[in-house]
């Protein structure tokens, strides 16, 4: 079975973390229902919605992916970049321990799951303002015993490597090259994302469909050109909260 955790939006979202892109007035109803239908839409691709508890002082608690990296051996539990972020790990790992035996990146490791991009049993781990070197030490240490290579990826303009770049298909990834050099995926190749829809390169790989949001419509029209099965979701006000499609789940299978 496959598991997509989510957590719900709290009302706290408006007080979010920004870091490259300018605060603006988020509607809060209107983010639930986009998240109702982002879940909606997983379920049916496939997915059991798993609601991690709501944490509605928490302000950017919807962004899932960030607390987390889910493995087929184990999840690592990460300690985010800002440290507003640290409290959210808490009630993520509740959840997961039902799933997986749980391993942490501890202090003065910083990491955020949308810095971690994983294609079979190779990692890419981007260095941002949020995730460390000393991080990305004990995450290899932690997982080079389970036959995982972890390799360290410069990023630049954007909040985490998954803002730069995404799997679409196995082997084969989106990216925006102005933040994230495409050859460091090699042996994957690569399409970029329209030139004029920076943040495009976020998208959500499932099984063999890929989630996109409503707002990049020219890099949807390059993925359908390439042969992709896109299912659209209007995820508007989560990115004025710098989120995109793939912040707001951990995608597992049992
Ligand atoms: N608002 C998402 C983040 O900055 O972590």
């Known amino acids: 079975m496959r598991i997509a955790l989510t957590r719900d939006v709290s ?9 490259h892109v300018t605060r603006s007035p988020i509607d809060i109803d209107r983010a639930r229902a986009q998240h109702a239908a982002y879940e909606a839409a997983l379920a049916s691709m496939g997915c059991r919605i798993v609601h991690a508890p709501a944490a509605p002082e928490l302000p950017d ?12 051996e184990v999840a690592v539990i990460t300690r985010p970049g800002a ?3 640290r409290p959210e790990v808490a009630g993520v790992a509740e959840t997961l321990v039902g799933y997986r035996t749980l391993v942490f990146i501890e202090e003065p490791g910083t990491l955020d799951g949308g810095d971690v991009l994983v294609m079979g049993h190779r990692l890419f781990v981007g260095q941002t303002s949020r995730t460390n070197d000393a991080a990305i030490d004990q995450l290899s240490r932690l997982l080079t015993r389970l036959g995982y290579e972890v390799r360290p990826v410069r990023v630049d303009g954007c909040l985490h490597l998954k803002s730069a770049v995404t799997a679409m298909a ?4 989106l990216v925006n090259p102005r933040w994230v050099d495409p050859r460091a995926f090699e042996p994957a190749d690569w399409l970029e994302v329209a030139p004029d829809e920076p943040h495009a390169a976020n998208v959500l790989l499932v099984e063999d469909r890929v989630v996109v949001p409503a707002a990049h419509a020219r890099t949807r029209q390059r993925l359908e050109a390439d042969g992709c099965q896109v299912v659209t979701v209007d995820v508007s006000e989560l990115a004025k909260a710098e ?12």
Do not use: N, Y
């Open 11 to 19: 009302p706290s979202l408006v007080d979010c973390q920004l870091t």
């Open 61 to 72: 608690a919807v962004f899932v992916e960030d607390t987390a990296i889910v493995l087929d």
């Open 83 to 85: 440290t507003t972020r």
């Open 170 to 173: 196995p082997g084969r990834v």
């Open 243 to 254: 989120g995109g499609v793939t912040c707001c789940s951990l995608i597992f299978s049992t």
